[in-house]
Nanobody
Framework: VQLQASGGGLVQAGVSLGLSCAAS????????MGWFRRAPGKEREFVAT????????YYADSVKGRFTISRDNARNTAYLQMNSLRPEDTAVYYC???????????????WGQGTLVTVSS
């Protein structure tokens, strides 16, 4: 499956921003989706994940209550709604996919190219 992330930009702290991840090539509902980010000078970190059906989600503590992951299988798209953005949310955000039949600790096999989110104070 090919993934294309979009929606990044430069915003001020406190505002909201939504990211999209468009999938193509394979049946989207066969994949659980995740969002990750890499801040300048730091390693990539997990942000959120959603099951293939959308019925189950999980978040990193740093974004819980502020970010919402969702998906629309009819549109082959996953989303990350980011509210109350903080300067420490500045990062390149990546969407990723893994088989719906793989375990929760399995690696993500497919990655998008990333979209930059910059939050100014």
């Amino acid at each position: 499956v090919q993934l294309q992330a979009s929606g990044g930009g430069l915003v001020q702290a406190g505002v909201s921003l939504g990211l999209s991840c468009a999938a193509s090539g394979r049946t989207f509902s066969n994949y659980a989706m995740g969002w990750f980010r890499r801040a300048p000078g730091k390693e990539r970190e997990f942000v959120a994940t959603i099951s293939w059906s959308g019925s189950s989600t999980y978040y990193a503590d740093s974004v819980k209550g502020r970010f919402t992951i969702s998906r629309d299988n009819a549109r082959n798209t996953a989303y990350l709604q980011m509210n109350s953005l903080r300067p420490e949310d500045t990062a390149v955000y990546y969407c990723a996919a893994r088989s719906r039949w793989s375990g929760p600790s399995s690696p993500y096999n497919y990655w998008g190219q990333g979209t930059l989110v910059t939050v100014s104070s």
